[in-house]
């Protein structure tokens, strides 16, 4: 635990509030600023904030995370980690991929296929998008040559209308880029969606789908 105050600060724990060093040790390695008597911790404003998951348990769990090419699952974790329940694994991945998404990570380049898809729980009900309970998400992913895909990007959005395609696809995809908005055009039935996609590169309708997306 010394080497992560270390990383941390270099200098000595800092107070966050005032910036003065915090010098007065309390139990279980908790600092209080000198100042203006702040708790200061080591894991305060970090992803391992208010966890009651010991920390060798967490840095296990990176490990398993970034160790297996296919990624891990919550239930798979909670196997590997002998965890007592399937909430804390899944809070777990939740908080390491959220801090793994850089915010001001690059826009997506190339061809662009573009689709909407509908995810939820088993409800009572009609099936498909029309369905009570279902959030509505757009993806893009880069479409590579001869096969493959590149990177993706996901929102949930609010309706399939175009001026949301189109806000969406001016924050994720390169102008001038060909999109690839077939399969969102018979989704939708609205040629709308293509002067959307105008607005950020030359729409394009082919045949490629994009796999796993079940509604």
């Known amino acids: 635990?010394?080497?992560?105050?270390?990383?941390?600060?270099?200098?000595?724990?800092?107070?966050?509030?005032?910036?003065?060093?915090?010098?007065?040790?309390?139990?279980?390695?908790?600092?209080?600023?000198?100042?203006?008597?702040?708790?200061?911790?080591?894991?305060?404003?970090?992803?391992?904030?208010?966890?009651?998951?010991?920390?060798?348990?967490?840095?296990?769990?990176?490990w398993y995370m970034t160790a297996d090419p296919g990624g891990a699952s919550a239930l798979t974790m909670q196997k590997l980690l002998g965890l007592g329940s399937y909430q804390t694994a899944w809070a777990m991945l939740h908080r390491y991929r959220t801090a793994t998404v850089r915010p001001g990570r690059e826009v997506l380049t190339g061809r662009v296929e573009v689709d909407e898809t509908c995810i939820s729980g088993e409800e009572p009900g009609?099936?498909?998008?029309?369905?009570?309970?279902?959030?509505?998400?757009?993806?893009?992913?880069?479409l590579r040559e001869p096969r493959g895909y590149?990177?993706?990007?996901?929102?949930?959005?609010?309706?399939?209308?175009?001026k949301t395609l189109r806000k969406f696809l001016i924050a994720t995809v390169e102008p001038g880029e060909d999109l690839d908005v077939g399969a969102f055009l018979d989704a939708s039935g609205t040629a709308a969606v293509a002067d959307a996609a105008g607005?950020?590169?030359?729409?394009?309708?082919?045949?490629?789908?994009?796999?796993?997306?079940?509604?």
């Open 150 to 162: 590149g990177r993706a990007r996901m929102s949930v959005i609010p309706n399939a209308e175009a």
């Open 199 to 215: 607005a950020v590169g030359e729409a394009v309708v082919g045949e490629v789908g994009l796999p796993g997306l079940v509604r």
């Open 1 to 62: 635990m010394d080497y992560l105050d270390w990383l941390r600060w270099p200098s000595g724990p800092m107070c966050p509030k005032c910036g003065r060093v915090a010098t007065t040790v309390g139990a279980g390695r908790v600092w209080r600023c000198g100042g203006c008597c702040k708790r200061v911790s080591r894991t305060s404003g970090r992803i391992f904030q208010d966890t009651r998951t010991g920390l060798t348990v967490w840095f296990a769990a990176a």
């Open 126 to 142: 009609p099936r498909g998008c029309g369905a009570l309970g279902k959030t509505l998400v757009v993806i893009a992913v880069e």
